[in-house]
């Protein structure tokens, strides 16, 4: 550390003494040694205690200020403290990259007698930070109190202040850089060390090391310790206890570069008629050829990293990427796409608790692209921008893209001061060096969450606003008084620094983690004296921390169709700093009814097995962030496991399968295992309406390989688990695989060797046996061997035996298709009509070119119609040039032999939809194609744009069990392509299954789109009793209104909106 910084920190501490700022009883700044002790050098103490104590620890050899906390000879000195209250801060860094389990000491504070009487923190072998008293008494009991946080991600040569501060009888916290990471209630003091003896030898601090292990160094800190600071009273940090004067470097910024005029971190102000710069863009590192090998960014590239600004002029936003151009390079100029040379994309996010964003991207070519996004990474296919691009290049030594935003376009124009919208800059191509941005990213540029704070007007009105909040939700808050008053002197204070310093970049980051304590200082008084919480929060979202508006779910009440199924989500909160294990279960009654108390006795009935609670795991998606899709029910049914400060989404899912209308009760109970946690119960009730929606025939199919597999193959076991599965999602069409399966040697002359159809019919009846009923049961099956395995892209043959399309070709075909629809007919009473034959799997191209897919689908279409003429036909066609007038004309020649169209929901673009929508006779399905970063209620919302557009119930996507690796692990390794393997960047499973041990679990998204279905049906029964009631145009107008609001709407919102279709029913039934 340079010399300048440490006399503005010099500086800063007198700036805060003068300001009134606590004084510590000790302070040790190990920046120059005053002699030696032994091999030790000597430290003045330069507190404010009576007396002054010398602190021995050895200078860092390479000449920076502080000491080793490492070898044999560990920093320490004799300092009593016999403190109720107390607060410890240190400054350290680690030199050895931390490793999973080994600990690493912080502060120990021991009676020497060999861990009989100590107080320590560390980082334990975990990566969290421990708290722990231990002293053993001679005439009482022990005591034992340990504290953990949850696990930090700790980096070599960053240096961290971590700080304890504790109230004998009251509550212990730890701060790490100014962020409280972990408290607990009723805390010793440090006075308790103390056994009323006076041997000041006896009170040793010791540094870097573990002393429970007395005759070795045990738990290295393997690092160096700048200061040592010792209170006698309880002090959360000020914003001023956090030094801003720190270089780019010492903080862990990607490079010195990184630092602009207006902040060191990403946030960005975006001013009105004043354009105000971004720091400058991050330069990432590159993997190397060999695994595990990193290559520094070249230092070309860092130096002339672009930056950015956006600034409110009238009614637009101005956007400007400013992007310097290193010597000896130039702008490209080359292509017609937005990615072909050097480019900016931007990205904005207009309210984060929503999944709407928008990229504009811009070219030096002059290209141009523009995307509204409804979720990540789902486009709306009939966005229109009216933005305008422009490029200056007429300075070689840089270039400049401007973006003029209507704010109206992005949602933004009624921000006021202080507003916060989200986004991010990526600059790409030759001139960049690679992709570069300005908040950090992953490969995934959609992951919404990662991106930079966007401030409207002034970061002081963004700062008090969120006060004022805070202060505003207090008002109306109960908890412990103790906790109330030492919010209102926060909050005070932070006022206070808000008026000093909000508009100065330089504390950004400080404000922002002062607010945040702030906010968690609310939830521990809104919270106070709770060891765990139950309670109400949208699970559909992947944020399951309790805030200050959280409180304990009193009751849980639902309605819910017959024959359908319900999902209510909450989560559970293990506030306390031990683990949690107990049982969660619903019951009859409570206190528990049984004469010998036992969980496993109690009376039951039909509707508790009705009732399944799962809990959501968190996997971390390809962006880096964690994502709560699987959904796997609880182990044993009723065991609930939670770690300390962990939150665990939890489901209840009722099926009213089989339920007759009316009220069902119980009462949901989480049983503690574990003494100092409260037991839980919420009453539950269901009210079953008399609407039954499996009365409503709807048709639903899902691209899925366990169909798709040969039932005999031993590879894949217990396929029926998986088959039924589907069968409880009504999926009454089977997509039944691949026609190679079954389809026989052709001789010469075109005729066939015998069809077996044993491994088909195995499937079928396995299907059956799942519960689907033989009256509804549809089959699908893939003609995709015919067009990609046997014929390449370039339309040469590859066909087994005959040649595809020749006159004995056709012959075979066609009557397999007879024998194949006969067996069908004969043997399960399938008529034609349902036996669907998928003609090809997205075919593009020119129709009339016989060597085009689509040329080739349609082929076989007018096969299958030439043998069988009531034979049903699907395909997807996909517009890659997009919905134009060769598409269209696609369209109308496959409309000649096919009964069902599916289309990709990026495709449905107004004027499609007009014209399919048009034809008679023509059914209309969607699928889509969703990595599992995806929100869940994308797939939910398919169903009613389906729905209003006029489009069939059957709305499928990719995939159900479509995984790269495992499907937990979003970058393992994938299908073999081109002769090497391809890293995964995403999965796409909506469930979680392993075909070879026979277990599915299902998750959020495919959940999330069996509640569409429900919806679909509940909607269709809506319009087809409002087109019969007494006032059709009044009932059909609020069906409009209701899925006008849930094709927009989130989970939670589409869940209020079917709640109000089924009162449309009710209320048309009653007029009846």
């Known amino acids: 550390m340079n010399k300048s910084v440490f006399f503005f920190s010099i500086l800063f501490s007198t700036l805060c003494t003068l300001c009134g700022a606590e004084l510590p009883q000790h302070e040790w700044q190990f920046l120059k040694s005053v002699g030696k002790e032994g091999n030790l050098d000597r430290f003045t103490d330069s507190g404010y205690a009576t007396t002054k104590r010398p ?9 920076t200020q502080g000491i080793t906390g490492r070898g044999p000879l560990q920093p320490y000195g004799f300092i009593p403290m016999d403190f109720p209250e107390y607060t410890i801060e240190m400054r350290f860094r680690l030199d050895k ?15 020497w007698s060999w861990n009989r009487r100590t107080f320590r923190f560390r980082i334990d072998p975990e990566g969290r930070v421990e708290c722990r008293f231990n002293v053993s008494r001679e005439t009482e009991n022990p005591l034992k109190f340990t504290m953990v946080s949850p696990a930090q991600e700790w980096e070599t040569g960053i240096w961290y202040t971590i700080r304890v501060a504790g109230k004998k009888g009251e509550v212990i916290k730890v701060y790490l850089n100014g962020k409280a990471i972990a408290a607990r209630e009723n805390a010793p003091g440090l006075d308790e060390i ?4 006076t041997y000041e030898q006896n009170y040793f601090v010791r540094l870097g090391w573990d002393t429970t292990v007395p005759t070795m160094p045990h738990g290295e800190l393997f690092g160096a310790i700048q200061y040592l600071k010792i209170w006698n009273v309880f002090l959360a940090p000020s914003l001023t206890d956090i030094s801003v004067t720190q270089a780019p470097s ?6 010195s570069a990184n630092v602009s005029s207006q902040s060191r971190t990403r946030h960005l102000v975006i001013g009105e008629d004043q354009e105000l710069t971004s720091a400058r863009f991050y330069v990432p590192d590159l993997a190397g050829h060999a695994v595990g090998h990193i290559v520094s960014a070249d230092k070309k590239f860092v130096d002339n990293a672009a930056t950015g600004s956006i600034t409110s002029v009238g009614e637009n936003f101005v956007v400007k990427c400013y992007c310097p151009i290193p010597e000896g390079m130039t702008a490209s100029r080359d292509g017609q796409g937005v990615w072909d040379g050097d480019f900016l994309e931007f990205f904005i996010r207009p309210r984060s608790n929503d999944s709407v964003y928008y990229q504009y991207c811009a070219g030096t070519n002059g290209a141009s692209r523009t995307y509204r996004y409804p979720s990540r990474g789902s486009s709306d296919p009939n966005f229109k921008s009216q933005a305008k691009f422009s490029v200056d290049l007429s300075d070689p030594s840089r270039f400049i893209i401007t973006i003029v935003i209507p704010k109206k376009e992005v949602e933004c124009d009624r921000l006021e001061p202080g507003d916060v919208i989200t986004g991010n800059f990526i600059r790409g191509g030759a001139t960049s060096g690679g992709t570069t941005y300005w908040s950090p990213m992953t490969s995934d540029f959609h992951a919404v969450d990662l991106y930079g704070t966007m401030i409207y007007g002034s970061a002081k009105a963004y700062f008090l606003k969120g006060a004022n909040q805070l202060a505003a939700k207090a008002e109306h808050s109960k908890g412990n008084s103790k906790r109330r008053k030492e919010f209102e002197q926060a909050f005070a204070a932070f006022r206070t620094d808000c008026d000093r310093f909000g508009d100065n970049p330089l504390y950004f980051e400080n404000l922002t983690q002062a607010l945040n304590n702030l906010r968690d200082q609310l939830l521990s008084y809104t919270l106070s004296g709770k060891s765990a919480l139950l309670w109400q929060n949208d699970t559909w979202s992947n944020e399951m921390s309790p805030s200050m508006l959280s409180r304990p779910l009193t009751a849980i009440k639902l309605r819910a169709a017959q024959n359908s199924k319900v999902l209510y989500g ?13 049982l969660a279960k619903c019951f009859q009654k409570w206190p528990l009814q049984s004469a010998n108390k036992c969980f496993y006795t109690e009376p039951w009935n039909d509707f508790l097995d009705h009732i399944q609670i799962l809990e ?9 962030n964690p994502l709560y899709d699987p959904m796997i029910e609880l182990p044993q049914k009723n065991i609930l496991r939670a770690a300390p400060h962990d939150n665990i989404p939890l489901w209840l899912s009722i099926s009213t399968k089989g339920l007759n209308a009316g009220k069902y009760t119980c009462i949901l109970i989480i049983k503690p295992s574990y003494p100092d946690f409260e037991l839980i119960q919420v009453p539950v009730e269901l009210e079953v309406l008399p609407i039954d929606l499996s009365a409503v025939e709807t048709d639903s199919y899902h691209y899925s390989f366990f169909t798709e597999l040969p039932i005999n193959n031993p590879t894949y076991r217990n396929i029926e688990h998986f088959y039924r599965y589907l069968v409880e999602r009504d999926t009454n069409v089977m997509f039944a695989g691949h026609l190679r399966e079954v389809y026989p040697p052709q001789n010469p002359d075109g005729t066939l060797h015998p069809i077996d159809f044993t491994v088909l019919d195995r499937k079928i009846d396995t299907y059956l046996k799942a519960g689907m009923s033989p009256d509804r049961l549809k089959l699908m099956f893939n003609l995709h061997t015919f067009i990609f395995i046997w014929i390449d892209k370039d339309g040469k043959d590859h066909s087994p035996t005959l040649k595809f399309g020749t006159p004995e070709f056709e012959k075979g075909f066609k009557e397999f298709m007879r024998q194949f629809y006969a067996h069908l007919q004969q043997k399960y009473k399938l008529p034609p009509e349902r036996v669907i034959i998928y003609t090809g799997d997205e075919p593009e191209g020119d129709i009339n070119d016989p060597k085009s897919r689509l040329y080739r689908v349609n082929y076989l279409a007018r096969l299958v119609k030439t043998a069988v003429p009531n034979a049903s036909c699907a395909t997807n066609p996909y517009p890659r040039q997009g919905v134009n007038a060769q598409f269209i004309e696609a369209i109308n020649q496959l409309c000649k032999y096919h009964n069902i169209l599916i289309f990709v929901t990026g495709a449905k673009k107004k004027e499609l939809v007009e014209v399919m929508t048009a034809k008679k006779g023509i059914t209309l399905w969607t699928y889509g194609v ?15 744009q389906s729905f209003r557009e006029g489009f069939g119930s059957a709305n499928a996507f990719w995939s159900i069990d479509s995984y790269s690796g495992d499907g937990f692990d979003q970058s393992d390794f994938g299908g073999n392509w081109e002769g090497g393997y391809s890293k995964s960047r995403t999965d796409y ?10 277990t599915i679990a299902t998750g959020r998204r495919a959940e999330a789109n069996f509640q569409g279905l429900l919806d679909y049906k509940a909607m269709l029964l809506c319009r087809q009793m409002a087109q019969e009631s007494k006032n059709p145009t009044e009932n059909l107008k609020q069906l409009d209104e209701i899925t006008t609001r849930a094709m927009r709407g989130s989970c939670l919102q589409m869940d209020q909106c079917h709640q109000e279709l089924l009162d449309l029913i009710m209320k048309m039934k009653n007029e009846k």
Do not use: H, W
Not at 194 to 197: F, P, V, Y
Not at 570 to 582: A, D, E, K
């Open 55 to 63: 602190f021995f620890g050895m200078s860092l050899p390479d000449g």
């Open 97 to 111: 990259q931390f490793v999973r389990g080994k600990s690493r000491g912080l502060f120990n504070y021991d009676f």
């Open 194 to 197: 103390n056994d009323g003896k």
């Open 250 to 255: 010492e903080r862990g910024e990607n490079e």
């Open 570 to 582: 909450m989560t559970f909160s293990n506030l306390s700093g031990r683990p949690f294990l107990g």
């Open 616 to 624: 959501g795991i968190m996997l971390q998606s390809s962006g880096g």
């Open 930 to 944: 969703f990595a599992n970063s995806v929100a869940p209620e994308i797939y939910r919302q398919m169903y009613t």
């Open 989 to 998: 499973g909506a469930t979680y299954c392993d075909m070879n041990l026979g």
